[in-house]
């Protein structure tokens, strides 16, 4: 399966900024997905994003506040804009592989955000 | 419909009991069912995984029981060790569909 490397691992942020976090892949994918995990929450997925191509947002989520960029097939950010402390959260790279047939997902350990 | 319900919420088992974590769906059109398995700083990793044309699947200590009239389906950690304490999350989707539902998650914590 793919290895996911993603930067930063942590970072404590002040309300009002703005962060990028980076997602490398060791292969090249067709799509990558961001998924956000709230403090002892389960993993809700902000939007799907394909080279090429502008990102898929899911319900809730906007690109204003959350530009996702994908320049190649091994590689995508995530921005997380004018932070407030409900921002606060790992948020995951992902990306799919098939076993038989089915979609099966590869994480990255995370970046854990925290808002101040 | 998309929703997939997981419980319970948190679980303590003592060091060599079993673990059973519960998730039901909605959606008849979900055909394959994984379980993630994720430690503190780490991110989810799959564990074991079943499709609806079986009933059970098992890998070394943990089984999956699939009820598909039901639809209902649940993980069981059979010798429950320390090392199993993690966050469980059972999850749903389609092969002609590109997203994963995932549960609530379970906390499990074992005991020695």
């Known amino acids: 399966s793919a290895v996911i490397s993603q930067k930063p691992s942590r970072d404590i942020c002040q309300r009002g900024t703005s962060l990028t976090i980076q997602c490398q892949v060791d292969?090249?994918?067709?799509?990558m997905f961001w998924y956000r995990q709230q403090p002892g929450q389960s993993l809700t997925l902000i939007a799907t994003?394909?080279?090429?191509?502008?990102?898929?947002?899911e319900s809730g989520f906007v690109i204003d506040k959350f530009p996702i960029s994908r320049p190649n097939l091994t590689f995508s950010t995530l921005t997380v804009s004018n932070m407030s402390p409900e921002d606060s959260s790992i948020y995951l790279c992902?990306?799919?592989?098939?076993?038989?047939?089915?979609?099966?997902?590869?994480f990255g350990a995370g970046s854990r955000l925290t808002v101040l | 419909q998309q929703q997939v319900k997981q419980s319970p919420q948190s679980l303590i088992v003592q060091k060599g009991g079993i673990s059973i974590i519960n998730c039901a769906y909605e959606?008849?059109?979900?055909?394959?069912f994984p379980w993630y398995q994720q430690f503190p700083g780490k991110g989810p990793a799959l564990l074991i995984a079943?499709?609806?044309?079986?009933s059970e699947k098992k890998e070394g200590r943990f089984t999956i029981s699939f009820n598909k009239s039901a639809k209902q389906f649940s993980l069981h950690i059979m010798d429950s060790q320390p090392g199993d304490s993690a966050t469980y999350f059972c999850?749903?989707?389609?092969?002609?569909?590109?997203?994963?539902?995932f549960g609530p998650g379970t906390s499990l914590s074992v005991i020695p």
């Open positions: 999850a749903a989707s389609t092969t002609s569909y590109d997203k994963v539902i």
């Open positions: 079943i499709r609806p044309d079986v």
């Open positions: 292969s090249q994918v067709t799509m």
């Open positions: 959606n008849t059109a979900f055909d394959y």
């Open positions: 994003a394909n080279q090429g191509s502008e990102a898929t947002y």
């Open positions: 992902s990306v799919r592989g098939q076993t038989s047939g089915a979609n099966v997902l590869t």
